[in-house]
């Protein structure tokens, strides 16, 4: 955790441009903007993973998340937000501490996420989402992971 920018922002070590705390979260801008008024939502308890934040904070970050959003939304240039959450290297997570970002986004904002769309082949989807429905009831009764 010594390491991590993100604890440093926690704890007031590093400079960061907040815009929200509480007792579970903070909110502050990132230093390199999508659009002007990107924000990241971090649990304040060190977690790599998203998937180690207890329920209860997780809630809290997708509550804050999209309240900025909707202040966000309100301002002139912006019509909508993105919420995105990288977990994983390969996912594009380059800061290892849980962080929700929160995009504002205009029509008119020349930003496009590159998102592209397979077609399974016949039968798969229905294989496929019969074996992650069985594996996501016991990933959901581990409390560990
Ligand atoms: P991700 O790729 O999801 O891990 O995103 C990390 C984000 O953290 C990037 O959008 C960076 O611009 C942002 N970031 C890195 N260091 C800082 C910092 N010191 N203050 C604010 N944002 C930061
Ligand atoms: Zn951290």
Request: glycine share 6%; net charge negative; proline share 4%.
């Amino acid at each position: 955790m010594g390491e991590c920018i993100f604890c440093k922002i926690v704890n007031g070590e590093i400079p960061a441009a907040k815009v929200y705390e509480d007792d579970l979260v903070t909110a502050f801008l990132d230093i390199a903007p999508i659009n002007f008024g990107h924000v990241l939502v971090i649990p304040k308890e060190h977690h790599q993973s998203v998937s180690t934040v207890p329920e209860n904070v997780a809630g809290r970050m997708l509550k804050v998340a999209s309240r900025i959003g909707i202040v966000l939304k309100r301002r002139d240039e912006y019509d909508a937000y993105n919420l995105h959450l990288a977990d994983g290297t390969a996912a594009g997570q380059v800061v290892m501490h849980a962080h929700m970002h929160v995009v504002p986004r205009g029509v008119e904002d020349n930003f496009r996420w590159n998102w592209r769309q397979l077609t399974y082949p016949d039968g798969k989807a229905a294989e496929l989402a019969k074996e992650l429905a069985e594996k996501i009831t016991v990933a959901l009764s581990n409390t560990e992971e």
